[in-house]
């Protein structure tokens, strides 16, 4: 059967024994003093979070994460799809600890009364085996889709981003490019115009790259980039809270400043919700 696992959750499970279907929660017995939070009429959607502790270089311990999920409710994010790197044919995935501690934060939140629901998923790495042993469920989709979120090597040639759209696409996969930003093939405008239209792959851009000066060639780059519509979501690539933290709320009112309430609302939740039937 090739449909979504979002529409077949157990027998998806069944039929492939993938670890990421929709499972039970883990009791962990972990409790932590209830903090109010500030509330908010926006609700934000962050697809790209490092929210699980030891298993990437985002959240190092169990309280990091407690940080961070009490930080992404104070910015006003009600669902995060914590999406820890996996890098297929270079580094196993930490499938069991992952799911562990993603149960664990997810039994918190709810002990907790927390507005905010909790999403598997990954950032992958583009290899060549990545799009087959993400269809054999060997990582987390987004949410449980058929969408993925891929990175590349830093020195990524665009014809290797044209692969990896063509056979994540060809896989079944809806396609976003995490952080655009970060890669050299997308400063040509005619490359990123291409892998939209001929290839349907959406584009994410970070929170901080909106918000941080850059030099006037970097700048000038990001504006056009949203001028354009070219950028479909924001998200936040949390690793923490102090270096690297959410800073959704504060990208979210640039954004209404320089675009109007509803395109703001549209790129820090609006299509991340359609697109992942949140």
Not at 128 to 133: F, I, M, R, V, W
Request: with cysteine; proline share 5%; net charge negative.
């Amino acid at each position: 059967l090739d449909l979504p696992p979002v529409n077949l959750r157990n027998l998806h499970l069944h039929l492939t024994k993938n670890p990421f279907a929709s499972r039970p929660p883990h009791l962990c017995g972990v409790t932590y003093k209830f903090i109010k939070i500030r509330k908010s009429d926006i609700m934000f959607v962050d697809i790209h979070h490092h929210l699980i502790y030891g298993v990437d270089d985002g959240a190092q311990t169990w309280e990091d994460t407690q940080k961070m999920i009490l930080r992404a409710v104070d910015e006003g994010i009600t669902d995060i799809v914590c999406t820890s790197h996996a890098t297929p044919g270079i580094t196993p995935f930490p499938t069991e600890k992952y799911l562990a501690h993603f149960a664990q934060a997810q039994q918190w939140c709810s002990e907790n009364q927390l507005p905010i629901t909790l999403h598997t998923g990954c950032e992958i790495l583009y290899t060549d085996a990545s799009p087959h042993l993400l269809k054999e469920g060997h990582y987390p989709s987004l949410a449980e889709t058929w969408t993925v979120l891929v990175e590349f090597s830093g020195d990524v040639p665009y014809s290797r981003m044209c692969e990896a759209a063509r056979l994540f696409g060809n896989a079944g996969f809806t396609v976003i490019f995490a952080h655009v930003e970060r890669f050299d093939p997308m400063r040509n405008f005619k490359h990123v115009r291409e892998l939209r239209e001929e290839y349907g792959v959406y584009m994410q851009m970070n929170a901080n790259t909106v918000l941080m000066k850059k030099g006037f060639f970097a700048d000038r780059w990001t504006r056009k980039m949203l001028d354009e519509g070219y950028i479909d979501c924001i998200a936040t690539d949390a690793h923490n809270t102090t270096s690297r933290p959410c800073r959704m709320r504060e990208c979210f009112e640039k954004l209404k400043a320089s675009y109007g309430v509803e395109v703001a609302e549209e790129l820090c939740g609006g299509f991340q919700r359609r697109l992942l039937n949140l």
